[in-house]
T-cell receptor, first 118, second 110 residues
Framework: SAVISQKPSRDICQRGTSLTIQCQVD?????MFWYRQQPGQSLTLIAT?????????ESGFVIDKFPISRPNLTFSTLTVSNMSPEDSSIYLC???????????????FGPGTRLLVL | GIQVEQSPPDLILQEGANSTLRCNFS?????LQWFHQNPWGQLINLFY???GTKQNGRLSATTVATERYSLLYISSSQTTDSGVYFC????????????FGAGTQVVVTP
């Protein structure tokens, strides 16, 4: 299985500032994604992090607000820019990895980054 | 996009009880997963089950793809089963780009 770590695990930020969240995977993975979970809500896909090229954003999310980098197959960052209280959420990194035991692809989620914007 | 509806929205169980959670989806999918989000927010993959039946301990799941629904069974529930259960689906051309349902909040009381 893929082990995913995220930094920071939580943060409290002032409105108007930016925060960069890191996602590190212990093995090379084909696909990496960023999701958002607003308080009391379900998860929503923000974007697909593409290695070596610009991320692919879902409807309602733009690069200026959520710039994403993926320099290699094990690491990605998501920046939440010019934050407002509405950005208070849990941000989760997700990867698709291949199980060694079965060879089947499985989706994993990181522990999440809890962001509170004041 | 695909619509994903989960029922019931909330469920309170006494320890030892059995329960069934349902997920309906509006379009053909080749990826359906059940997740458990524990009270600390960690999301755990329970099943990848675009069709058929799978069992893992006290949990089992069945997906009837032709009728566009999936069921998650919890047997002999324990307090550690508490949390939110999410069903998530994706279409053939977007395997990892999951559309999540609203979830079922499960509370198991001693």
């Amino acid at each position: 299985s893929a082990v995913i770590s995220q930094k920071p695990s939580r943060d409290i930020c002032q409105r108007g500032t930016s925060l960069t969240i890191q996602c590190q995977v212990d093995s090379q993975v084909t696909m990496m994604f960023w999701y958002r979970q607003q308080p009391g809500q379900s998860l929503t896909l923000i974007a697909t992090a593409n290695q070596g090229s610009e991320a692919t954003y879902e409807s309602g999310f733009v690069i200026d607000k959520f710039p994403i980098s993926r320099p290699n197959l094990t690491f990605s960052t998501l920046t939440v820019s010019n934050m407002s209280p509405e950005d208070s959420s849990i941000y989760l990194c997700s990867v698709v990895g291949r199980l060694e035991t079965s060879g089947k692809e499985t989706q994993y989620f990181g522990p999440g980054t809890r962001l509170l914007v004041l | 996009g695909i619509q994903v509806e989960q029922s019931p929205p909330d469920l309170i169980l006494q320890e030892g009880a059995n329960s069934t959670l349902r997920c309906n989806f509006s379009d053909s999918v080749n990826n359906l997963q059940w997740f458990h989000q524990n009270p600390w927010g960690q999301l755990i993959n329970l099943f990848y089950i675009p069709s058929g039946t799978k069992q893992n301990g006290r949990l089992s799941a069945t997906t009837v793809a032709t009728e566009r629904y999936s069921l998650l069974y919890i047997s002999s529930s324990q307090t550690t089963d508490s949390g939110v259960y999410f069903c998530a689906v994706a279409r053939t051309d977007s395997w990892g780009k999951l559309q999540f349902g609203a979830g079922t909040q499960v509370v198991v009381t001693p």
